[in-house]
């Protein structure tokens, strides 16, 4: 499969605990972005990276929110005492840099905060 | 601010109709549009672009878009619809970071 791919699909967690999630990018895509989607809402942007560098965040992005690009190929999201509020589908997208691209979602990993 | 707003919530039509799903977009400078699907519990699957050139777009299964730069539209269009078209669909504009703003998205339903 040479898509866009985000491990776990569920994550179900207690209040206050941390969750990271997983993404691989198409592997000669240089740009990899994060957005959240809540029930009934358009995907909302949370941060992106060229290559390793993260080069924008979101003001959605609070602090417990932290994501890294380690090698410029998969990316990880990290939520430290998550909240009901972060209850979300989290959703990866890759591209390569240029005008005429678009970007390729993976399948999203749901977060389900009880 | 760029912002795309997508008026109707959901969309109702009979398989074999064409189908139309609006979009309305506000940027400044030139527009980068996108229309992308997502079935339940699915990611976004990218349906068709308008960057520049002509203004109707051919795009995924069977789908085209017309982009109106007076009207600052970009409506997803399809001649005749498919029972399997029901979906959750989206419009957004993409930002010079390549960031896509999403508009609320419009649900189709297509009956037999």
């Known amino acids: 499969d040479t898509g866009v791919s985000q491990d776990p699909r569920h994550k179900i967690t207690k209040r206050g605990q941390n969750v990271t999630f997983r993404c691989d990018p198409i592997?000669?895509?240089?740009?990899l972005y994060w957005y959240r989607q809540t029930l009934g809402q358009g995907p909302e942007f949370l941060t992106y990276?060229?290559?390793?560098?993260?080069?924008?965040k979101s003001r959605l992005l609070s602090d417990r929110f932290s994501a890294e690009r380690p090698k410029g190929s998969f990316s990880t999201l990290e939520i430290q005492r998550t909240e009901q509020g972060d209850s979300a589908m989290y959703l990866c997208a890759s591209s390569l840099t240029g005008d005429h691209t678009e970007a390729f979602f993976g399948q999203g990993t749901r977060l389900t905060v009880v | 601010a760029q912002s795309v707003a997508q008026p109707e919530d959901q969309v109702n039509v009979a398989e074999g109709n064409p189908l139309t799903v609006k979009c309305t977009y506000s940027?400044?400078?030139?527009?980068?549009l996108f229309w992308y699907v997502q079935y339940p519990n699915r990611g976004l699957q990218f349906l068709l672009k308008y960057i520049t050139g002509d203004n109707l777009v051919k795009g995924s299964y069977g789908f085209e878009a017309e982009f109106n730069k007076s009207q600052t539209s970009f409506h997803l269009k399809k001649p005749s619809a498919l029972v399997s078209d029901s979906a959750l669909y989206f419009c957004a504009v993409r930002d010079v970071a390549g960031k896509l703003i999403f508009g609320q998205g419009t649900t189709l339903q297509v009956k037999p």
């Open positions: 990276f060229q290559n390793e560098a993260q080069l924008e």
């Open positions: 592997s000669e895509h240089n740009r």
């Open positions: 940027v400044s400078g030139n527009p980068y």
